[in-house]
T-cell receptor
């Protein structure tokens, strides 16, 4: 079983839509979680950390559910510029485990 | 925020040559760095974990004699692709663990072996 499982999509949504990505992790000892964004042929860039209390950054909301071992990312009012691959990451000890990434395309 | 610099950004070389890629943490010390490769439209694949002052830990299926990793200082790790062949053509990315357990990435190196 993979450390981090993520629906690869693709998700194709119209501008202005709300879209949610989920990700599950297998190791209950994982201590920190993140969402990264990766554009084509570019390096992943940190989008936001994920906390149990939930955190919001503008149109982006991330949530961690430790009991069910999943993390989520909600994007409201999607923009064309949100088109990218979104990676969830779990940090366990000295290792970072990546999901396969979820592809999002926002359509005009 | 933390900055990780990776050079070169693009390499085109002949089959059989060796290519060295550098990864530097510019404003923080990184005891651990990670090396990945990524094929087009595929996910990141961890190749190895590089620890300052000790041998790298390679993932299963990654040849340590093919992909030499050196992490001689707290700010520099290098990946050398030895005797590169066309099948080694890929996007190679390094990352370093910064503050608050966050991971910061270099800008990647696109390797094309002819």
């Amino acid at each position: 079983r993979k450390e981090v499982e993520q629906d690869p999509g693709p998700f194709n949504v119209p501008e202005g839509a709300t879209v949610a990505f989920n990700c599950t992790y297998s190791n209950s000892a994982s201590q920190s979680f993140f969402w990264y964004r990766q554009d084509c042929r570019k390096e992943p860039k940190l989008l936001m950390s994920v906390y149990s209390s939930g955190n919001e950054d503008g149109r982006f909301t991330a949530q961690l559910n430790r009991a069910s071992q999943y993390i989520s990312l909600l994007i409201r009012d999607s923009k064309l510029s949100d088109s990218a691959t979104y990676l969830c990451v779990a940090n366990t000890g000295n290792q970072f485990y990546f999901g396969t990434g979820t592809s999002l395309t926002v359509i005009p | 925020g933390a900055v990780v610099s990776q050079h070169p950004s693009r390499v085109i070389c002949k089959s059989g040559t060796s290519v060295k890629i550098e990864c530097r943490s510019l404003d923080f010390q990184a005891t651990t760095m990670f090396w990945y490769r990524q094929f087009p439209k595929k996910s990141l694949m961890l190749m190895a974990t590089s620890n300052e002052g000790s041998k790298a830990t390679y993932e299963q299926g990654v040849e340590k004699d093919k992909f030499l990793i050196n992490h001689a200082s707290l700010t520099l790790s290098t990946l050398t692709v030895t005797s590169a062949h066309p099948e080694d053509s890929s996007f190679y990315i390094c990352s370093a663990r910064g503050t608050a357990e966050k991971l910061f990435f270099g800008s990647g190196t696109q390797l094309s072996v002819l």
